[in-house]
């Protein structure tokens, strides 16, 4: 004889619960490696453009735009940072827009107590350099691609340490976040209905995380001590210049002209 509650039917309902924080995780480890890993558009004009050019251009704009003291010069300069923003995709163009705004607008409100003390143009002058040069910063991240960038970096002998830090930095940064989505997927899809101790698996998946880089540290560095690697970078300069390359140069040519003429 079959048990009456065996023959009763399962109703049984999960609870809503809020996802917020694991969706909210996933969506951030997600949109950060797509960044890193996006391929970049070769027929767009900035795409095209010699990456060591770019690498030293902007560190000299950044420079010339730290040490300014007029405004004409930053506002030409923001022209041609605006100018740089519109030709990359829309996609692009917004998230470097809205993301630029974040520190300057910070900044901005952490000067005002000094405006209202009378200084007003060095505090505008701050922030305007401040806005430009994080502009200048995320448009070279996304128009180039890394490797593109360390390779540019030793031809300005910059320390083998440092590119190593860098790209080691940028490798696992795509590594352990692919991880932390899988854990992260895995505890929201065994959390049926609402339970009490999934904000305590956070802690879990943390731990798990930093076990995970430690073990996946001491693997790369037996393989670099089996590989022979010393720490040192080789690289070649491409001499191989383009049209917009030339362009390139003379424009930048023409804004150090145009700061040593506004500033001194």
Same mark, same amino acid.
């Given at each position: ?13 999960? #609870? ?30 900035? +795409? ?11 560190? &000299? ?7 300014? *003291? ?13 100018? @740089? ?9 917004? *998230? ?24 007003? +143009? ?6 305007? #350099? ?7 910063? @995320? ?32 490798? +696992?940064?795509? &590594? ?32 798990? &995380? ?29 001499? @191989? ?24």
């Amino acid at each position: 004889m079959i048990p009456k509650w065996l023959l009763e039917k399962d109703n049984y309902t999960p #609870k809503k619960e809020k996802n917020l924080y694991i969706e909210k995780s996933i969506f951030s480890f997600i949109k950060t490696i797509s960044i890193i890993r996006q391929n970049k558009n070769k027929d767009k004009l900035l +795409y095209l453009i010699n990456p060591t050019f770019k690498v030293v251009s902007v560190i &000299l704009n950044i420079v010339l735009i730290s040490i300014s *003291r007029s405004f004409a010069y930053l506002l030409i300069m923001d022209i041609y940072v605006i100018g @740089n923003l519109m030709l990359m995709e829309n996609k692009s163009r917004k *998230r470097i827009f809205i993301r630029s705004l974040i520190f300057p607008t910070i900044s901005l409100i952490a000067l005002i107590p000094s405006m209202f003390y009378g200084n007003v +143009y060095n505090s505008l002058l701050l922030f305007q #350099k401040i806005i430009t040069t994080i502009i200048m910063m @995320n448009l070279l991240a996304h128009n180039t691609k890394w490797s593109e960038i360390s390779k540019s970096l030793k031809l300005l002998y910059i320390p083998d340490i440092f590119i190593w830090i860098m790209d080691i930095t940028i490798k +696992y940064i795509v &590594l352990l976040g692919e991880y932390s989505i899988n854990l992260l997927y895995a505890l929201r899809l065994r959390s049926v209905g609402k339970t009490s101790n999934k904000y305590a698996s956070i802690t879990g998946i943390i731990g798990n &995380l930093f076990i995970k880089s430690y073990k996946m540290s001491e693997e790369m560095s037996q393989a670099m001590e089996c590989r022979g690697f010393t720490g040192e970078y080789t690289t070649k300069i491409n001499f @191989n210049l383009k049209k917009i390359d030339y362009f390139y140069i003379i424009l930048n040519l023409l804004l150090i002209i145009t700061f040593i003429y506004l500033n001194y």
